[in-house]
C-alpha cells in the first residue's frame, strides 16, 4: 500500500522560506519518480517540481524552489525560497513508477493528502 505524507506548510510572508517534505511507503524515491504540484482554490492543480533521473520546474518556481530527495530516509523535499503570495496553494506530494516524468497531473497515481502553504504581503 502506497502513503505519501506531507509536512512543512505553513504561513509565511513574501520572501521567506519553507521546506516541504513527503515521507514515502510503498514506493521507493530512489527508483520511482517523485513531484510536486499545487493547487490554488478555483485553479486546476499544477506541476511545481519532479525528481527522476534528473529535476525539472515550472517555469514560475524556476531559481527559487529545489527538489531534493533522501534515499535512505525515502523522502523527498521541496525548498521554496523567496516565496510570492502567487505560491499560495495546497501542495501535493506525487509518485509515478519508473523513472520519467510527466508535468500533468494525470500521469500521477499515487498522492498524499497535501499540505497548506500560505503566503501573506
Known amino acids: 500500500q502506497v502513503h505519501l505524507v506531507e509536512s512543512g506548510g505553513g504561513l509565511v510572508q513574501a520572501g521567506d522560506s519553507l521546506r516541504l517534505s513527503c515521507a514515502a511507503s510503498?514506493?521507493?524515491?530512489?527508483?520511482?519518480?517523485m513531484g510536486w504540484f499545487r493547487q490554488a482554490p478555483g485553479k486546476e492543480r499544477e506541476f511545481v517540481a519532479a525528481?527522476?533521473?534528473?529535476?525539472n520546474y515550472a517555469d514560475s518556481v524556476k531559481g527559487r524552489f529545489t527538489i531534493s530527495r533522501d534515499n535512505a530516509k525515502n523522502t523527498v523535499f521541496l525548498q521554496m525560497n523567496s516565496l510570492k503570495p502567487e505560491d499560495t496553494a495546497v501542495y501535493y506530494c506525487?509518485?509515478?513508477?519508473?523513472?520519467?516524468?510527466?508535468?500533468?497531473?494525470?500521469?500521477?497515481?499515487?498522492w498524499g493528502q497535501g499540505t497548506q502553504v500560505t503566503v501573506s504581503t
Open positions: 506525487a509518485s509515478r513508477t519508473g523513472m520519467v516524468v510527466s508535468t500533468s497531473y494525470l500521469g500521477w497515481p499515487y
Open positions: 525528481i527522476a533521473w534528473t529535476t
Open positions: 510503498g514506493r521507493t524515491v530512489s527508483s520511482d519518480a
